[in-house]
């Protein structure tokens, strides 16, 4: 199996700009996760879809940010406009069924907004 | 609001050496601890524990919860350079689901 897998790895963009992210997670895995890394404040859960649907956005920081499931094989992240408080990294993370937590990251996308 | 507060925030070892990880969480609902590996890139899964007191043990890491104390610890013995990451604490805080609230991570340095 590819494992979960994410592009761009790394993104440098300028502010207000609009930048899309994109995940394609494990074949068969029921829930896909969005997750910001930064020094400042550690791995945070942005969104989370159950079967293709948004479960939990409360993570979400800002109407800048959106994210879409068309498929179960497919997921993006957008942000617009970008500021460059948004430089990060981005973890897209699948896992399967309830009874299960263990979540599978991507290699994750380096965001820089200039 | 669901914390959980790893310690310590850093930690530098000589190989060989047995460090312990500390994990304590304040949640509404439990289900379940897992730990997590990030070297330079995604977090890799180590263990997860739902009971009290059952070691999870895997080479030379192992594992234990304490839901009365609401903590857990990471022990890793006869440290090698390899072990050196950053080791995140999550808990799952959802009856139905596998949402997770991770902690801040404990950067671990081994030093040869």
């Known amino acids: 199996d590819a494992g979960v897998i994410q592009s761009p790895r790394h993104e440098v963009t300028e502010m207000g700009q609009e930048v899309t992210l994109r995940c394609k997670p494990i074949s068969g895995h029921d829930y896909l996760f969005w997750y910001r890394q930064t020094m400042m404040r550690g791995l945070e859960l942005l969104i989370y879809?159950?079967?293709?649907?948004?479960?939990?956005d409360s993570g979400m920081p800002e109407d800048r940010f959106s994210a879409k499931m068309p498929n179960a094989s497919f997921s993006t992240l957008k942000i617009q406009p970008s500021e460059p408080r948004d430089s990060a990294v981005y973890f897209c993370?699948?896992?399967?069924?309830?009874?299960?937590?263990?979540?599978?990251f991507g290699p994750g996308t380096r965001l820089t907004v200039l | 609001e669901d914390k959980v507060v790893q310690s310590p925030l850093s930690l530098v070892v000589h190989e060989g050496d047995t460090v312990t990880l500390n994990c304590s969480y304040e949640?509404?609902?439990?289900?379940?601890l897992l730990w997590y590996k990030q070297e330079k890139k995604a977090p890799t899964f180590l263990f997860m524990l739902t009971s009290s007191g059952i070691e999870k043990k895997s080479g030379r890491l192992s594992s234990i919860l304490d839901k009365k104390e609401l903590f857990s610890i990471l022990n890793i013995t006869a440290t090698q350079t390899g072990d050196s990451a950053v080791y995140l604490c999550a808990v799952c805080t959802v009856e139905y689901g596998n949402k997770l609230v991770f902690g801040a991570g404990t950067i671990l340095r081994v030093k040869s």
């Open positions: 993370a699948s896992s399967f069924g309830t009874h299960s937590n263990e979540q599978f």
């Open positions: 949640v509404t609902n439990f289900r379940s």
């Open positions: 879809f159950n079967n293709n649907v948004p479960i939990d």
